[in-house]
């Protein structure tokens, strides 16, 4: 139930989550993707693209520019409508939760949207997973690193192995009910503190 | 089915917490919705300063950056009730703005606070245009600009262009009233764009509007970085307009009565807080705060006690009422019948009919009284006036509509 023909507009400022979005509507077959990481004239923009379906991030303030488009105004030439069928109440709930809204403009068909909205929906969930996982790693190393200058500070200050300063880490933070590397930092802290 | 799951699975929550075994006062849920604009304060207040809580409701808020996410959330449910523009609860109930989201207005947040600026290019050519009277009034700057839009014409100049925050606001009714009035047509004669509130003063500086008609605190950042000029105040505009209304979700307000009214009384006293003045320090630095406006604590005061720059390097004037929170809480018929003709003096929706019927849907003062154990007021609802000395007999919208010109 493909329709290559049809013209998507991406609207987004996040340049990997719609990198992933494009590949996948260009690997179902869609040809046809403009991509705007600006919002300046985005009206005017849209109106030079002449859309079949708009994609915009929720988190992006010019849904609300996007908005003008409802007012029966001589600029636009075609009637726009917020996601196909407003009675697929689930529908709308999976795309906001996802982080998308969608325009339709003039008249599609629900059979010809769905398989761009389903492909949307699972690619803008896949990225928020991956920034997830990615921040998650991040912290991760940011907390191994702490815990390394934590080890080092220790031994050098109480001549201590290594082993050893880790298990004097490891005790106090589990008599405090604190998590390692929140120990491991006020070492860090206090040690800065007292040069 | 999604919306019932959600409300289903809350009210199983607070029936498991009230069991005979847990004595403690169980607190009732309410998430609302707001965006970063002054006038969410009394919504701040109510969940940062106590009154939520002494009315037994667990307040959660959550910032959104758009109106048109706060009208979605709405719909879903995702949100019991939200900070809203006043007109735009009346388009949502129509239908105006898709989807259509029935909702209830029991209460006003706040009146005015909003103002029209001009880049310092078309503040000069106003200057030039020579008996321009005095520009401080908005008349007299209406036609003021009104010449340098014909001067613009003249020599085939592209129009000028203005800001306004969203279809459905105080903030494009105001300025297309002041516009028109001046004998200038907002769509013929200059060019309205939304834009962002946030945003606004960098797209001035960008040079991509030439004006714009936004709310507190945004007209003073512009004039503060030396870019913008305050020509209008909607205190002067139309005094005593409704600003922000606390919109809810219809179906939750005809489900949970209870929580309605102690979430009106709540909000209602956080409103008469925001509005003495020994507090003003206090909430522009609870207002600052990243998570809620993220500006400066000091433009944010500079707003609530309404000392408003209106030009680049002249110290700030007094503007009696620029913003209101309090005194007027109960919904207004007469100024929301107000947004409805404009609506339809705009286009924005056909039949005047339709829509004052929506309105009177939408705006229910009845469940302000019911809220605070008050009867309903004696005394007809205080009529519309215009900076101009046109009146709005909010009893028929229809000859209003003639009067400024629009066959019924």
């Known amino acids: 139930m493909v329709d290559t023909r049809l013209t998507i507009l991406l609207i987004d400022e996040n340049p990997v989550r719609s990198a992933i979005l494009e590949d996948g509507l260009r690997e179902a077959g869609y040809t046809n993707i403009v991509h705007l990481d600006t919002t300046h004239e985005l009206l005017r923009r849209v109106f030079s693209v002449d859309p079949d379906v708009i994609l915009i991030d929720l988190a992006n303030p010019s849904r609300d520019v996007l908005e003008q488009m409802f007012q029966v105004s001589r600029t636009v030439k075609r009637p726009v409508a917020v996601f196909v069928d407003q009675s697929d109440t689930a529908m709308i709930e999976a795309a906001v939760d996802a982080g998308v809204s969608a325009y339709i403009v ?35 190393l940011a907390e191994r690193k702490v815990i390394e200058r934590a080890k080092g500070i220790l031994m050098k200050s109480r001549g201590i192995g290594e082993e050893e300063a880790f298990v004097l880490l490891r005790k106090t933070a589990m008599n405090e009910k604190k998590k390692l590397a929140e120990i491991a930092q006020s070492v860090v802290t206090a040690a800065q503190l007292l040069g | ?163 306004m925050t969203y279809p459905f606001s105080s903030h494009n009714y105001e300025l297309r009233y002041w516009l028109a009035s001046a004998g200038i047509d907002p769509e013929r004669d200059v060019r309205l764009m939304v834009v962002p509130p946030p945003m606004m003063a960098a797209t001035m500086s960008a040079g991509h509007i030439d004006g714009y008609c936004v709310g507190a605190p945004w007209p003073t950042v512009s004039v503060a970085a030396g870019i913008g000029h305050v020509v209008a105040t909607s205190v002067a505009l139309k005094p005593g307009s409704m600003e922000k209304v606390l919109g809810v979700r219809k179906l939750w307000a005809d489900r949970h009565p209870e929580r309605l009214d102690a979430l009106v009384r709540a909000v209602t006293a956080a409103c008469a807080w925001c509005d003495d003045a020994a507090n003003r320090p206090e909430l522009a630095h609870l207002l600052a705060q990243p998570g809620i406006l993220d500006v400066s604590a000091d433009l944010i005061l500079a707003a609530l006690s309404g000392r408003i720059l209106t030009d680049p390097g002249v110290a700030a004037e007094p503007v009696a009422n620029y913003l209101r929170f309090s005194g007027r809480n109960r919904p207004s018929l007469a100024g929301a019948r107000w947004y409805a003709a404009e609506m339809v003096r705009w286009g924005q929706a056909a039949k005047l009919a339709a829509v004052l ?52």
Not at chain 2, 129 to 136: I, S
Not at chain 2, 371 to 379: F, K, M, Q, R
Not at chain 2, 397 to 406: C, D, E
């Open chain 1, 106 to 140: 003039d008249g599609l068909k629900k059979e010809r949207i769905k398989p761009i909205l389903d492909m949307t929906i699972s690619r803008f969930n896949a990225f928020d997973r991956l920034s997830r996982e990615l921040e998650q790693a991040r912290s991760e």
């Open chain 2, 1 to 163: 089915m999604a919306i019932d799951r959600i409300e289903a699975t809350r009210d199983d929550g607070i029936a498991d917490l009230v069991s005979p075994r847990a004595p403690q006062p169980v607190r009732e849920a309410v998430t609302a919705g707001f965006v970063a604009l002054v006038d969410c304060a009394p919504l701040i207040v109510a969940r940062d300063k106590g009154f939520a809580e002494s009315e037994g409701l667990d307040l959660t808020l959550v910032r959104e950056t758009s109106w048109a996410n706060i009208r979605d959330r709405i719909f879903l449910g995702h949100f019991d009730a939200a900070q809203m523009l006043a007109p735009m609860t009346i388009a949502a109930t129509l239908g105006l703005g898709l989807p259509a989201a029935a909702v209830v207005v029991p209460q006003v947040l706040d009146l005015n606070g909003n103002a029209i600026a001009v880049t310092t290019a078309v503040k000069d050519a106003m200057r030039r245009t020579g008996d321009a009277g005095d520009l401080d009034r908005p008349a007299a700057a209406g036609a003021a600009l009104n010449r340098v839009v014909a001067a613009r014409r003249e020599v085939g100049e592209p129009p000028l262009t203005f800001g």
């Open chain 2, 357 to 408: 019927d929506a309105t009177e849907a939408t705006f229910r003062p009845d469940l302000y009284d019911r809220a605070l154990g008050l009867a309903a007021p004696a005394s007809a609802d205080r009529p519309v006036t215009l900076f101009d000395g046109v009146s709005f007999d909010a009893g028929n919208p229809a000859a209003y509509l003639k009067q400024i010109g629009m066959a019924g």
